[in-house]
């Protein structure tokens, strides 16, 4: 039997194994057997990481460097995902199921996108000054916070990282990033693309590991991490906030979601269920943001979901490294068992199946169900997989109020050709994120992030530059 191929932690600018020499593996869903074997991260690795990242921050190059410097080794990086678009997708690929097509040609091309936006946006920042005072020189600067934990997501895992470590780095922080248990392989490439494209040594470590009591739960407790990014489920992002409070620190939290599509009768309904659908199934429904509760204005609600009906059978499931694979398999044993275990009890409540629900390995095919009460479980909670609920409302005053009947504020979206419609319901959802017509479209520009029960800070453009660093007020009597 071949060796498992090695995926080690990164710290302080070299891939080093644990300090106990423990090791996990990484399965790969589709032929449920491991691919690779883990570094194993504990208290002992974090404390090495974070020293890295502290002595990095306060005696290193990288926070005193200018904007433009910075600037210029994230091109480099970004550069350096492109070429390796190929291996970097595959890696992903194998973590969690997401088809190779998917992972290379939009998540390894956003990645970069993610480190050549805030690479220029820092450069192109300016500090403010407040003229109008007799002999006084105020003004603000916007300094780098210190070391940043980075906790990443399994679903899409470059994308998620490059997401949270490039306003980091670009602002000028160094970072410790701990990717989810179920993905770990590309964060250790990124580490050492990094270092490739010039970054100095401890600015950006990886620790591999389980979250609570494990590396994650090490991390966010550490007293030398000044800030905290995480992206995950609610109950994890709860337990961080407490672990945050113990010395003040900030966080950014972006949790889960429960988002509602609304089809309204003037829509476009073509448009409008091709957008649902993919919404509803795109990486086999394993996104945060997804349209997992369909909501149809009664006069067109048998035939909007005759065509999501449709629509569902027609997609192909397979072999994530097939070109013409649409939906994979869920990402591991446990997150299968807690899909199918969502849709046995929506039967058992009384949801009536329109399509879907059938089980090949830890596939699921993509899954209609109806007859559904706003108190059913699978109306409440998030399901992370391929399915999506349908109700029919009446007037525009239903659909806001059933879209709002929820702990999540994620995501939503309106389908139709009312301007006016539009901006009145998108004003009166209760979510960070809408969509009118459309749906994952992406302003980088743009504050992201959610209410209640999905989240709070916002991060992108300005939003990032606020959180990743300290604004400083500077008051110099310059005399007469």
Same mark, same amino acid.
């Given at each position: 039997?071949?060796?498992?191929?090695?995926?080690?932690?990164?710290?302080?600018?070299?891939?080093?194994?644990?300090?106990?020499?423990?090791?996990?593996?990484?399965?790969?869903?589709?032929?449920?057997?491991?691919?690779?074997?883990?570094?194993?991260?504990?208290?002992?690795?974090?404390?090495?990481?974070?020293?890295?990242?502290?002595?990095?921050?306060?005696?290193?190059?990288?926070?005193?460097?200018?904007?433009?410097?910075?600037?210029?080794?994230?091109?480099?990086?970004?550069?350096?995902?492109?070429?390796?678009?190929?291996?970097?997708?595959?890696?992903?690929?194998?973590?969690? /199921?997401?088809?190779?097509?998917?992972?290379?040609?939009?998540?390894?091309?956003?990645? #970069?996108?993610?480190?050549?936006?805030?690479?220029?946006?820092?450069?192109?920042?300016?500090?403010?000054?407040?003229?109008?005072?007799?002999?006084?020189?105020?003004?603000? &600067?916007?300094?780098?916070?210190?070391?940043?934990?980075?906790? #990443?997501?399994?679903?899409?895992? %470059?994308?998620?990282?490059?997401?949270?470590?490039?306003?980091?780095?670009?602002?000028?922080? !160094?970072?410790?990033?701990?990717?989810?248990?179920?993905?770990?392989?590309?964060?250790?490439?990124?580490?050492?693309?990094?270092?490739?494209?010039?970054?100095?040594?401890?600015?950006?470590?990886?620790?591999?590991?389980?979250?609570?009591?494990?590396?994650?739960?090490?991390?966010?407790?550490?007293?030398?991490?000044?800030?905290?990014?995480?992206?995950?489920?609610?109950?994890?992002?709860?337990?961080?906030?407490?672990?945050?409070? &113990? /010395?003040?620190?900030?966080?950014? %939290?972006?949790?889960?979601?429960? /988002?509602?599509?609304?089809?309204?009768?003037?829509?476009? %309904?073509?448009?409008?269920?091709?957008?649902?659908?993919?919404?509803?199934?795109?990486?086999?429904?394993?996104?945060?943001?997804?349209? !997992?509760?369909?909501?149809?204005?009664?006069?067109?609600?048998?035939?909007?979901?005759?065509?999501?009906?449709?629509?569902?059978?027609?997609?192909?499931?397979?072999?994530?490294?097939?070109?013409?694979?649409?939906?994979?398999?869920?990402?591991?044993?446990?997150?299968?068992?807690?899909?199918?275990?969502?849709?046995?009890?929506?039967?058992?409540? /009384?949801?009536?199946?329109?399509?879907?629900?059938?089980?090949?390995?830890?596939?699921?095919?993509?899954?209609? %169900?109806?007859?559904?009460?706003?108190?059913?479980?699978?109306?409440?909670?998030?399901?992370?997989?391929?399915?999506?609920?349908?109700?029919?409302?009446?007037?525009?005053?239903?659909?806001?109020?059933?879209?709002?009947?929820?702990?999540?504020?994620?995501?939503?979206?309106?389908? !139709?050709?009312?301007?006016?419609?539009?901006?009145?319901?998108?004003?009166?959802?209760?979510?960070?994120?809408?969509?009118?017509?459309?749906?994952?479209?992406?302003?980088?520009?743009?504050?992201?992030?959610?209410?209640?029960?999905?989240?709070?800070?916002?991060?992108?453009?300005?939003?990032?530059?606020?959180?990743?660093?300290?604004?400083?007020?500077?008051?110099?009597?310059?005399?007469?």
């Amino acid at each position: 039997m071949s060796e498992l191929p090695a995926i080690a932690h990164h710290i302080d600018g070299v891939a080093v194994p644990s300090a106990d020499r423990a090791t996990f593996d990484s399965v790969d869903p589709t032929t449920r057997r491991p691919w690779a074997r883990v570094s194993l991260g504990s208290t002992a690795d974090v404390n090495a990481a974070v020293s890295a990242a502290r002595r990095a921050f306060d005696d290193g190059p990288w926070p005193r460097a200018t904007p433009a410097e910075r600037g210029e080794v994230l091109h480099s990086f970004a550069d350096l995902l492109i070429s390796h678009a190929e291996e970097l997708a595959l890696l992903d690929t194998l973590d969690m /199921g997401r088809p190779l097509t998917q992972t290379r040609d939009r998540d390894v091309a956003r990645g #970069a996108a993610n480190l050549r936006f805030f690479a220029d946006d820092a450069r192109l920042a300016m500090d403010e000054s407040m003229p109008g005072h007799a002999r006084h020189h105020v003004y603000t &600067r916007y300094e780098p916070t210190g070391v940043v934990a980075a906790i #990443a997501p399994w679903n899409f895992p %470059l994308m998620q990282e490059t997401w949270k470590i490039a306003p980091a780095l670009a602002y000028g922080n !160094t970072v410790v990033l701990k990717p989810a248990e179920q993905s770990p392989a590309s964060a250790t490439r990124l580490a050492e693309l990094a270092a490739q494209a010039g970054l100095p040594r401890g600015v950006f470590n990886v620790v591999q590991g389980f979250g609570a009591g494990g590396a994650g739960a090490a991390l966010v407790a550490h007293p030398q991490v000044d800030l905290i990014t995480f992206t995950g489920e609610t109950r994890t992002g709860e337990s961080i906030m407490r672990s945050a409070a &113990r /010395g003040v620190r900030a966080v950014s %939290l972006e949790l889960g979601g429960k /988002g509602a599509s609304i089809v309204f009768e003037d829509a476009d %309904l073509e448009q409008a269920v091709a957008v649902v659908a993919d919404a509803a199934f795109s990486n086999a429904g394993q996104v945060c943001l997804a349209g !997992t509760r369909l909501l149809v204005q009664r006069s067109v609600y048998a035939e909007v979901v005759h065509r999501l009906v449709s629509a569902a059978e027609t997609m192909r499931l397979g072999d994530p490294r097939d070109s013409g694979t649409q939906i994979g398999p869920l990402a591991s044993e446990g997150h299968h068992a807690k899909v199918t275990g969502c849709l046995d009890a929506a039967i058992g409540e /009384g949801a009536t199946r329109l399509t879907g629900g059938d089980r090949h390995g830890w596939w699921v095919a993509p899954t209609v %169900l109806d007859g559904m009460k706003s108190s059913m479980r699978i109306c409440r909670e998030e399901v992370f997989g391929p399915v999506v609920t349908v109700q029919s409302f009446d007037t525009d005053q239903e659909g806001v109020r059933l879209a709002n009947d929820t702990d999540y504020g994620l995501s939503a979206m309106v389908f !139709t050709t009312d301007l006016g419609r539009a901006h009145r319901i998108s004003g009166r959802l209760r979510a960070g994120n809408v969509w009118v017509n459309c749906f994952w479209v992406r302003d980088l520009r743009s504050p992201f992030g959610g209410m209640g029960h999905s989240g709070i800070g916002r991060e992108g453009g300005r939003h990032s530059r606020e959180f990743f660093t300290e604004a400083k007020s500077i008051v110099m009597d310059i005399g007469e």
